[in-house]
DNA sequence: CGCATTTGACCCGCGC
DNA sequence: GCGCGGGTCAAATGCG
């Protein structure tokens, strides 16, 4: 299939492997001197360009593939989690209705780590501005014996307070964003009750200044690569819509912790998102069972695609 | 010395 | 009205 389009294309006058050894076959028979070995040579080339152009033609379409699968994935992996939503929408709904209590419900908030409800605060807030207020949840995967409550997402916090709440013996610590003055947001971190690997930060807010992570890219002119990868990220504030999702990051995992601490990013911020996708896709591929329906959904795509051509 | 963290006190909203 | 409990304040303390 490569081969069909690019096999013509002799005005490719290119010299772009002039140490590949000379093929006796290329040579034309009964040519001597100069003019045999300048045929010779013309001939070396255009079979050269003719070589690229096909492994050119075949990377481009393999690339192509390989985009397509990646759409795909995030098509299928974007269903998944709006019915998740879904599911967890409802559940907390019916929970709602059984506990009449906000402080049990509050129990379960912290304790289902999928729960949505972003209402932690109404009993404190006037409604105004419970409404204009962003919330959002990360679960952080932590060793539990790490006593630590610090998220690394790449935001400056100042602590300002820690509780012990009634509902869960580990404390729950304020921070506030330092790296602004001014800056609104807000962040909790309490260790789930069930789990108490997990690492429950709560932001209330929207920070009024750029990330720093992304100040340091912008100021540098290096890592444009991955400047362009964090651009090509979906927004995770358009995935949040007005349920409050909750995000379990593996930290634990060899490397992640590392990555984390560098990568990881407020729920609102592209390196976030970007660190999130990865974290999700890894999630994915450890179970065997993706794995095994990716692989016979992706090589019989291959089969229909090399039929094809 | 300046900044961040700790921690007990205080405030305030909610439910009974 | 009172008690409970989460959230915040601010003085004390620690650290580089």
């Known amino acids: 299939m490569e081969s069909k389009s690019f096999v013509n294309s002799t005005s490719l006058d290119l010299n772009l492997n002039p140490f590949r050894p000379m093929d006796d076959e290329e040579v034309p028979k ?28 075949r990377i481009s379409s393999e690339n192509k593939k390989l985009t397509e699968m990646l759409a795909h994935m995030r098509e299928n992996f974007n269903a998944l989690q709006s019915q ?7 559940n907390s709904t019916k929970e709602i209705f059984i506990k009449s209590r906000k402080r049990k ?11 949505h409800s972003s209402d ?22 932590t060793d539990a014996s790490d006593t630590n409550l610090a998220v690394k997402d790449g935001y400056q916090w100042r602590k300002y307070g820690q509780k012990v709440t009634r509902d869960n ?4 610590a304020y921070f506030r964003c330092s790296f602004a003055p001014n800056c609104p947001v807000k962040k909790k971190v309490q260790r789930s009750a069930e789990d108490p690997s997990l690492l429950v930060a709560t932001y209330e807010g929207e920070h009024n200044h750029m990330h720093p992570f992304r100040a340091d890219q912008l100021s540098s002119s290096s890592g444009s690569s991955q400047c362009a990868n964090l651009g090509s990220v979906h927004s995770f504030s358009s995935m949040r819509s007005s349920s409050c999702p909750t995000v379990t990051l593996d930290l634990i995992q060899s490397g992640l912790r590392e990555s984390a601490k560098n990568s990881i990013q407020h729920a609102d911020s592209p390196a976030f998102q970007q660190f999130l996708i990865q974290q999700m896709a890894s999630s994915l591929t450890r179970d065997p069972k993706f794995t095994e329906t990716l692989a016979a959904a992706i090589s019989g795509r291959i089969n229909l695609d090399y039929t094809l051509n």
Do not use: W
């Not at 300048?38 to 079979?47: G, H, L, T, V, Y």
């Not at 932690?120 to 995967?141: G, I, L, M, N, Y």
């Open 30 to 57: 009964g040519f001597d001197g100069v003019l045999g070995a300048q045929a010779c040579e013309k001939a070396s080339i255009k079979k050269e360009a003719g070589h690229l152009a096909e492994e050119l033609d």
């Open 84 to 90: 998740l939503i879904d599911i967890e929408s409802k």
């Open 105 to 115: 419900a509050e129990e379960e908030y912290f304790g289902n780590m999928f729960s």
């Open 120 to 141: 932690e605060d109404s009993c404190k807030r006037p409604k105004a501005e419970h409404f204009k207020t962003k919330v959002s949840r990360v679960c952080v995967r």
């Open 169 to 172: 013996p580990s404390p729950r």
